[in-house]
């Protein structure tokens, strides 16, 4: 996770050089889809192939397919470095390979979560994933600072810092990971994948280019392919849902949202993504654009320094999220992931009521705070979400989780930046043109400048270029006297100019944000289990008497996974390792075999309801066997065995007495 997450984070960054390196103005109309791609090609390929490659862990082990994305991360990384073309050919080489990165960072996505789960018993589930989550969200704003430094030296290197720490975490996985998860053998939903494939691709994708101007307007809404992306995808979506409620074997398991904590805790998840997905790009235009060249920092340099006044946005998750996964494990997720986003949301708010020039002390406080909430609710919020789902679904599981958040990212990109644009749109062309007449730019010029998009003035802002420079160019800058240049050139006639329009667009995304985040809160309370299926996981309880199910009944259903959780001790109420657990159907069918952890835990799943004998053994304690049988409601089901006694003797004929030879 921190591998992929700093990958992210390093190339956002680390864009000015990049694209300076390939010789490419990202912001020539002809070029703003590179530069769009570069930015979400990423977050796109993930949240579609995410659910796929969990489903996939599933089949055919966690560890295996977590492997193989550390391999491929790897070696794109090298592949991204050896860019031999400049210009477009250059930019489409490093968006190809960046997609096929994607497709390993989808495999360690999909699969982290999952093998946590099987790894840690439920009691240190919460701090696990804590530790994880932590990593994946920091190594986010690691790369920030990063790609900073390193970009400012050769651009190539921002790609060459994954190799080591890939190299390293390939060899470690390969001999370190074990599979100790439920594997489901079973077959690929080939038509689940392509619906789900196409449907989400041609959404997010026309999200994408709703930001790009188009026609005339200020945004791309207009856009006939972007409304056919809009509209297609959401209608490919809906063939997908059908097509996953005919399948014998759906990749998406829709059943699983039967449960109202596991659909309450990925609406969180998709809801906190939009919230929060935005911020970080608002922070950096905001720090980029107006608070850096307004405290003396060079354009050039304000990237680097964005990144580093932001770590107490890191600080803050680093402190939060590994306390609040330990904290969830004994009193509990729902209460953590809700105050998460209440603290997100109060830190939104107060970033709306500051100014655009303003303390920092203040700022970084805030920025602390918005830290501390997504730290509290990260860990609980994905331990609700995977303790809620059987243990041979948890892949896919922890697909969705991902799917959800990435889609999210990407939704919020695409609202963010439209609802931006939208508040920049009303008094920044105005704002523009009477600024630069102002300072003698010929009237013709000014208003060719005030009538170009906003988004430009955003990326602008966004990649640390020098607006004015760049949209007026070096013609309209030679027909002024030197004073009145360098004026509109320096350090504040940018800042002080779009600082209001700015303010303005944030009480909008930051209003949005506050809804979103307490929305969130609402989603992350909700508990128990939905209404009962013939589809939905169902707990196993031990019982003494089991209800009767003809032959004909138990051929012709195809149940759900149940899960059966709990401890083995010994007679000293001492946790026993490598107990073999056996589970048997009333016809004498084995349906599941598992071992005992070192802390004498295991995990069983049965593929049919009903009644079942759970058989249990180990070496030096006499085997134990109880009956079990559906609950309803979640049960653990501790067993204790007996340690065999020595038996001392001599064994001899029964008529003469005499030991036989």
């Known amino acids: 996770m921190l591998l992929a997450t700093i990958n992210s984070s390093i190339v956002l960054i680390s864009l000015p050089g990049i694209f300076t390196g390939i010789r490419l103005d990202p912001l020539e109309p ?13 977050m796109l390929v993930t949240a579609v192939l995410v659910v796929a490659l969990g489903r996939l862990g599933d089949m055919m082990g966690r560890v295996r397919i977590y492997n193989a994305g550390f391999l491929i991360f790897t070696l794109t990384s090298v592949v991204l470095s050896l860019d031999p073309f400049h210009g477009g050919s250059g930019a489409l080489w490093l968006i190809g390979w960046r997609i096929v990165q994607a497709v390993g960072g989808s495999m360690l996505m999909a699969n982290s979560a999952a093998i946590l789960t099987d790894a840690f018993p439920a009691r240190q589930r919460g701090m696990a994933l804590g530790v994880n989550m932590v990593a994946g969200i920091a190594g986010s704003f690691i790369g920030l600072v990063l790609g900073g430094a390193l970009v400012t030296w050769n651009w190539r290197s921002v790609f060459w810092v994954n190799v080591p720490i890939g190299l390293i975490g390939t060899v470690w996985a390969y001999k370190s990971l074990h599979e100790t998860g439920v594997r489901r053998p079973g077959r690929m939903d080939w038509w689940g994948n392509i619906t789900f494939a196409v449907g989400l691709s041609a959404l997010l994708a026309g999200i994408t280019y709703g930001i790009q101007p188009y026609g005339g307007h200020t ?15 959401v209608a490919m979506l809906a063939v997908f849902c059908v097509v996953e409620t005919k399948v014998a074997e759906p990749m998406f398991p829709l059943h699983l949202f039967r449960n109202a904590a596991f659909a309450g805790g990925n609406a969180a998840t998709l809801l906190g993504s939009i919230a929060r997905g935005g911020l970080q790009f608002m922070l950096i235009i905001w720090l980029q654009g107006i608070w850096l060249p307004l405290h003396g920092y060079d354009y050039a340099d304000t990237p680097l320094w964005a990144g580093i006044y932001m770590l107490p946005l890191t600080a803050g998750f680093l402190l939060a999220g590994p306390i609040s996964g330990v904290l969830s494990d004994r009193f509990g997720a729902r209460l953590f992931a809700a105050s998460g986003f209440a603290v997100m949301a109060a830190s939104f708010a107060g970033l709306l009521m500051l100014p655009s020039d303003f303390s920092y002390g203040i700022f970084a406080a805030l920025i602390f705070l918005n830290g501390l909430g997504g730290g509290l609710f990260a860990a609980p919020n994905t331990s609700i979400i995977m303790s809620n789902v059987p243990a041979d679904a948890r892949g896919a599981a922890s697909g969705m989780r991902a799917t959800f958040q990435n889609a999210g990212m990407v939704l919020s990109m695409g609202v963010f930046f439209s609802l931006m644009v939208a508040g920049l749109s009303g008094t920044l062309p105005h704002t523009l043109s009477a600024g630069l007449t102002a300072q003698g ?43 009145a240049s360098a004026h509109l050139t320096g350090r504040e006639f940018f800042p002080h100019l779009i600082s209001q329009p700015f303010h303005d667009g944030l009480v909008i995304v930051f209003s949005l944000a506050i809804a979103m985040s307490l929305a969130a809160a609402a989603a992350s309370l909700i508990r128990g289990r939905g209404k009962a299926s013939p589809h939905s996981p169902t707990p196993v309880t031990p019982t003494a008497a089991a209800p009767t199910r003809t032959a004909a009944e138990v051929g012709s259903a195809k149940p759900p996974a149940l899960e059966l959780r709990g401890t083995v001790r010994d007679g000293s109420g001492e946790p026993l390792a490598h107990a073999t657990l056996t589970l048997v159907d009333r ?26 004998m759970l058989v249990v053994s180990a070496k030096g304690h006499e085997p134990r066997a109880i009956q079990v049988t559906t609950g309803t409601e979640p049960a653990l089901s501790d067993l204790a065995l ?15 007495g005499r030991t036989p030879d």
Request: no cysteine.
């Open 30 to 42: 002809a070029n703003v889809s590179y530069l769009l791609w570069m930015l979400m090609g990423y």
């Open 219 to 233: 945004m791309g809404w207009t856009n006939p392919w972007v409304l056919a992306g809009l509209i297609g995808g």
């Open 441 to 483: 730019v010929p009237a013709h010029a000014a208003h060719t400048v005030a009538e170009l998009p906003p988004v430009g003035v955003l990326f602008a802002a966004f990649l640390g270029y020098n607006p004015i420079q760049h949209l007026l160019g070096p013609d309209a800058l030679a027909h002024l006297s030197p004073t």
């Open 587 to 612: 016809y004498g069918h084995q349906k599941a075999i598992a071992r005992s952890g070192q802390d004498g835990t295991y995990e069983l799943a049965s593929a049919e309801p009903g009644s079942h």
């Open 642 to 656: 007996t340690a065999v006694r020595g038996v001392e003797g001599t064994v001899g004929q029964a008529h003469t």
